[in-house]
Structures are given as C-alpha cells and as structure tokens.
C-alpha cells in the first residue's frame, strides 16, 4: 500500500501563486492519476483537476496540475488567487486495486 | 446524475452501519464506472472505504476490510455499506461516489452524518 502526504496547511495573499505537493510513499507517481479535490466547508467534494493536469469544464484556467518523476510528487497550483479559493485541497491516486487520499491541505486565502 | 445517501444517523458501539445510495440520471449497470463509499471523520480528511463494479467486483480499504460489505442492486439502481463492530472512531460524515474508471470521482453524493453513540 501506498500513502500520499501534503503539507498541512499553505497561506497566500489575493492575486499571488500557490502550490500544493502531494508526494507519493512508494511505487511511481507517474504509474496511476492523480487527482484534485476541492473541499468548501459543510460541501461535498469537487474535482478540480483529473488524469494528472486535466481541468473539468467550469473550473477556470487558475489551477493547474503537474507530475515531477523525479520528486515522485504530484503538484496542484492556483495562481491569481482568489478569496473563494480558500478551502481544503485532497490529493487522489490509486495502485493495486486500492483507491489513496492525500491528508488535505487547508488554504488560506489572506 | 445525482446520488443521495440514506441510513441511520446514530448507531450503537459495537452494531452495524448500514447506509444505501441511490443513484438517479444515469445507470448503475455501465460498464465505465465504479461506485464507492468515502467518508471523513469530524474535522479531519478523507477516507476511502470501499468500492464497486456493477458486475459485483469489490475493492476495500485494506484497514477496514475485515468489517466492510459493499453491494449492489442493480433493479434498484442502489448500491449498499454496511460496516460492522462500529466504535466512536467510525463517527463521520459519509459519501457515496462514482468512479470514473479507477481515475477521477466525478460525482458525490451530499454527504450523511453518522454517530456512533450509546
């Protein structure tokens, strides 16, 4: 089994650029999707990027998503930042019939 | 499509949890998709439980796998959690899902509490 860890929390001032890692334990990053999760409080989930770096139709332009081999790491990134773009962000992969959730990181938009 | 969890909001340590999703908009029965169960703890992340084919494939949370059943009623268009010997810790809000192949969950359900108290 694998797990997928993320900073804690991140903090960024309106208009400035922020990226979120999400870092695979074991087996490659680049083998199975990643996926990011978009969590207001008291909402249900959304998807704000798929297959690794696809953004789902609605979501704008802002946020991007990236793998780095390398680093084994996946990396969702939101520029131009927004005070509605405050909340918590999930990282998602699978491997070995087993679907993994990063531990969420809480954005602050200040 | 819209899925919409249903269940007991308060069950006793040591019972089971038993929570039903009904799916409408769309066919459980496509051969494109699995269903699955999340839930998160108050306050913290989220947490895989368990998912389905419709062909009655399942996959479960290797931590959890010993006291989850998932199932699948495809005349109902539902799909089904139970999760057994239920202590405080199984307290949280849970999601019912669909999978888009073993990638991306594109639809959630809004979410149901459920306590585990005396």
């Known amino acids: 089994n694998f797990m997928l860890t993320q900073p804690h929390s991140v903090s960024e001032s309106p208009g400035k650029t922020v990226t979120i890692s999400c870092t695979r334990s074991?087996?490659?990053?680049?083998?199975?999707?990643v996926q990011w999760y978009q969590q207001r409080p008291g909402s249900s989930p959304t998807t704000v990027i798929y297959?690794?770096?696809?953004?789902p139709s609605g979501v704008p332009d802002r946020f991007s998503g990236s793998i780095d081999s390398s680093s084994n790491s996946a990396s969702l990134t939101i520029s131009g930042l927004k005070t509605e773009d405050e909340a918590d962000y999930y990282c998602?992969?699978?491997?070995?019939?087993?679907?993994?959730f990063g531990g969420g990181t809480k954005l602050t938009v200040l | 499509l819209l899925l919409q969890e249903s269940g007991p909001g308060l069950v006793k340590p040591s019972e089971t949890l038993s929570l039903t999703c009904s799916v409408s908009?769309?066919?459980?029965?496509?051969?494109?998709?699995?269903w699955g169960w999340i839930r998160q703890p108050p306050g913290k992340g989220l947490e895989w439980i368990g998912s389905?084919?419709?062909?009655?494939?399942?996959y479960y949370n290797p931590s959890l796998k010993s006291r989850v059943t998932i199932s699948v009623d495809t005349s109902k268009n539902q799909f089904s959690l139970k999760l057994n010997s239920v202590t405080a810790a199984d307290t949280a809000v849970y999601y019912c899902?669909?999978?888009?192949?073993?990638?991306?969950?594109?639809?959630w359900g809004q979410g149901t509490l459920v306590t585990v108290s005396s």
């Open positions: 908009g769309g066919s459980i029965s496509s051969n494109s998709y699995y």
């Open positions: 074991s087996g490659s990053i680049a083998d199975n999707y």
């Open positions: 998602q992969s699978y491997g070995s019939s087993i679907w993994v």
């Open positions: 297959e690794d770096n696809q953004r």
């Open positions: 899902a669909r999978h888009v192949g073993v990638a991306t969950i594109d639809y």
């Open positions: 389905i084919y419709y062909s009655g494939n399942t």
